[in-house]
T-cell receptor, first 113, second 113 residues
Framework: AQKITQTQPGMFVQEKEAVTLDCTYD???????LFWYKQPSSGEMIFLIY??????QNATEGRYSLNFQKARKSANLVISASQLGDSAMYFC??????????FGKGTMLLVSP | EPEVTQTPSHQVTQMGQEVILRCVPI?????FYWYRQILGQKVEFLVS????????KSEIFDDQFSVERPDGSNFTLKIRSTKLEDSAMYFC???????????FGPGTRLTVL
């Protein structure tokens, strides 16, 4: 069965600091995608970053990077230089066989001035 | 930049009534999805649609639910006889190709009274 685990219900970080949001996954499918989405209080789901299971390098998108450790089945999101606008719920998701998305329970990130 | 749109943004209905939630996926996308998120919980997969037919559905997607692509642009989710527990945010998502990222619409918040 596919499973995504986000063990941090909430995280606090000061503006301009870096923060790591944890995500572990479980799948028997050798081919899968890993995704992070941001959900601000307004409710929409905003795609942040993607990592393919066969990608050799960690994905980066601006201030977002994905620390992919395949042997540990982890796909942690690193946000560098946090901004107040980063305060939101963050969901890790997996697409085994690149089909549907299975989501974790999310981590609420609060960035303080 | 093209985006997924959903209407209405909010829908309030009485238990037992039928509702239709509408989505316009990104125009050159071929794979379409519905997800739901009960308040405070994680996002759950409902159904995927490709080549004018359902490709996968979850156990949540029972006989009360149906999807349709009535024309070249709209993708709808119908709930035949709503229950209180159908109250949730419903997200439509689409992607271009099998290994591409799914992009989400802003969601429809459904409240069943």
């Amino acid at each position: 069965a596919q499973k995504i685990t986000q063990t941090q219900p909430g995280m606090f970080v000061q503006e301009k600091e870096a923060v790591t949001l944890d995500c572990t996954y479980d799948t028997s499918d050798p081919s899968y995608g890993l995704f992070w989405y941001k959900q601000p209080s307004s409710g929409e789901m905003i795609f942040l970053i993607y990592q393919g299971s066969y990608d050799q390098q960690n994905a980066t998108e601006g201030r977002y990077s994905l620390n992919f450790q395949k042997a540990r089945k982890s796909a942690n999101l690193v946000i560098s230089a946090s901004q107040l606008g980063d305060s939101a719920m963050y969901f890790c998701a997996m697409s085994p066989g690149y089909s549907t998305l299975t989501f974790g329970k999310g981590t609420m990130l609060l960035v303080s001035p | 930049e093209p985006e997924v749109t959903q209407t209405p943004s909010h829908q309030v209905t009485q238990m037992g009534q039928e509702v239709i939630l509408r989505c316009v996926p990104i125009s050159n996308h071929l794979y379409f999805y519905w997800y739901r998120q009960i308040l405070g919980q994680k996002v759950e997969f409902l159904v995927s649609f490709y080549n004018n037919e359902i490709s996968e559905k979850s156990e949540i997607f029972d006989d009360q639910f149906s999807v349709e692509r009535p024309d070249g642009s709209n993708f709808t989710l119908k709930i035949r006889s709503t229950k209180l527990e159908d109250s949730a945010m419903y997200f439509c998502a689409s992607k271009k190709g099998p290994t591409d990222t799914q992009y989400f619409g802003p969601g429809t918040r459904l409240t069943v009274l």
